[in-house]
Every structure is written in C-alpha cells, then in structure tokens.
C-alpha cells in the first residue's frame, strides 16, 4: 500500500521560504519518478518540479531558479525547497509518485501553502 504524507506547508510572506516534505511509504522515492504537482483555488493541477530516478529534475517555468526538488533515499522522502515565495505561489501542494512497476500515479492528500504580499 503506498501512502505519501506532506507536510511543512503554512502562511509566509511574500519573499520568504518553505520546505515541503513528502515521506513515502510502499514506493522506493530512489527508484521511482517523483514530483511536486500545486492546485490553486479555482484553477487546474499543474506540475511545480520532478525528480527522476536518475536524478534529473524539471521544474515549471514559474519557478525556475527559487525551487529545489531533492530526495533522501534514506528517509525515502522528497522535498520541495521554495525560496522568494510569491503571492503566486499560493495553492495546494500535492506530492506525486508514478510506479515504474505498475505505471499508476499515486498522490499525497497536500498541505496548503499560502504567501501574504
């Protein structure tokens, strides 16, 4: 059973840092796609970074140069480092595994984050 828990989110002002977490359990954060996925009130899901198995990282256009996505394979966690927050940046955040073996996407139950300008 893969269970994927976040934490870490809250309220920031504008110009601030959050560091999301996504432990995961039943699925290998090492061997598996892991992403960052947020969904702002009213609007569409949308991808926020990815991290491979091999390591390679995408991020969305939005947030190039201010998010890091890392992993700890020892924690089997996955972070999401968001640095110069922006009134923008306010959505759910939703943690987001697909299963190289069962090709199925599994998602976290998210964790708000909410920037003040």
């Known amino acids: 059973q893969v269970q994927l828990v976040e934490s870490g989110g809250g309220l920031v002002q504008a110009g601030g840092s959050l560091r999301l977490s996504c432990a995961a359990s039943?699925?290998?954060?090492?061997?598996?796609?892991m992403a960052w996925y947020r969904q702002p009130q009213g609007k569409q899901r949308e991808l926020v970074a990815r991290i491979t198995p091999g390591g390679s990282t995408n991020f969305n256009d939005s947030v190039k140069g201010r998010f890091t996505i890392t992993r700890d394979s020892a924690k089997n966690t996955v972070y999401l480092q968001m640095n110069s927050l922006k009134f923008e940046d306010t959505a759910v955040y939703y943690c987001?595994?697909?299963?190289?073996?069962?090709?199925?996407?599994?998602w976290g139950q998210g964790t708000q984050v909410t920037v003040s300008s």
């Open positions: 039943g699925i290998n954060v090492r061997i598996n796609s």
């Open positions: 987001n595994a697909f299963s190289q073996l069962t090709r199925y996407n599994y």
